[in-house]
T-cell receptor, first 114, second 111 residues
Framework: KAGVTQTPRYLIKTRGQQVTLSCSPI?????VSWYQQTPGQGLQFLFE???????NKGNFPGRFSGRQFSNSRSEMNVSTLELGDSALYLC?????????????FGNGTRLTVT | GQQVMQIPQYQHVQEGEDFTTYCNSS?????IQWYKQRPGGHPVFLIQ?????EVKKQKRLTFQFGEAKKNSSLHITATQTTDVGTYFC???????????FGAGTRLTVKP
């Protein structure tokens, strides 16, 4: 089975711009979660989608949004980028929603905001 | 909100020494998962603990879940250079299925 695929791998944007990141989960996985990873803050939960519905949301401003399509692929969007948004954005898929399903992470998208 | 604290933040050991990382939650967990992230890589699932007091072993790795389901530990016996990486715990809140990661323990091993 192919793993979780995230595109693009690297992105450089300037402040004020917006960005869209894409995630294709493992075939058959219906849950997709997004995490922001920075050296100082570790892995911060952004949101989780299951069957096209947002099931859970972390403590991030409204500039961060996401969606999931009927084929379980997911996108996250960050608008009005700030320097502090520079991070590795990780997507993880799982069979079920939330608690008892192990997360399978993609390689991430490294976003640099200048 | 739920807090998952993990200590230590860093651990440097000589190859062959043991290593332990600890995870503590402010709330009772339904389960806890452990992940390993190699340098430059992504987190990889290691194990899940569900039952109070549960102990699981994977070769040189021993995972424990506390009786109160609020803490957990990962112990590596006789570390090897292949153990290098950051180990994360992730706790699921019993009440709202909210999963939170600890800050991770970065392990370096000197050959």
């Amino acid at each position: 089975k192919a793993g979780v695929t995230q595109t693009p791998r690297y992105l450089i944007k300037t402040r004020g711009q917006q960005v869209t990141l894409s995630c294709s989960p493992i075939s058959g996985h219906r849950s997709v979660s997004w995490y922001q990873q920075t050296p100082g803050q570790g892995l911060q939960f952004l949101f989780e989608y299951f069957s096209e519905t947002q099931r859970n949301k972390g403590n991030f401003p409204g500039r961060f949004s996401g969606r999931q399509f009927s084929n379980s692929r997911s996108e996250m969007n960050v608008s009005t980028l700030e320097l502090g948004d520079s991070a590795l954005y990780l997507c993880a898929s799982s069979l079920g929603s939330g608690s008892h399903s192990p997360l399978h992470f993609g390689n991430g998208t490294r976003l640099t905001v200048t | 909100g739920q807090q998952v604290m993990q200590i230590p933040q860093y651990q440097h050991v000589q190859e062959g020494e043991d290593f332990t990382t600890y995870c503590n939650s402010s709330t009772t967990l339904s389960n806890i998962q452990w992940y390993k992230q190699r340098p430059g890589g992504h987190p990889v699932f290691l194990i899940q603990l569900v039952k109070s007091g549960e102990v699981k072993k994977q070769k040189r790795l021993t995972f424990q879940f506390g009786e109160a389901k609020k803490n957990s530990s990962l112990h590596i016996t006789a570390t090897q250079t292949t153990d290098v990486g950051t180990y994360f715990c992730a706790g699921n809140n019993r009440n709202n299925n909210d999963m939170r990661f600890g800050a991770g323990t970065r392990l370096t091993v000197k050959p």
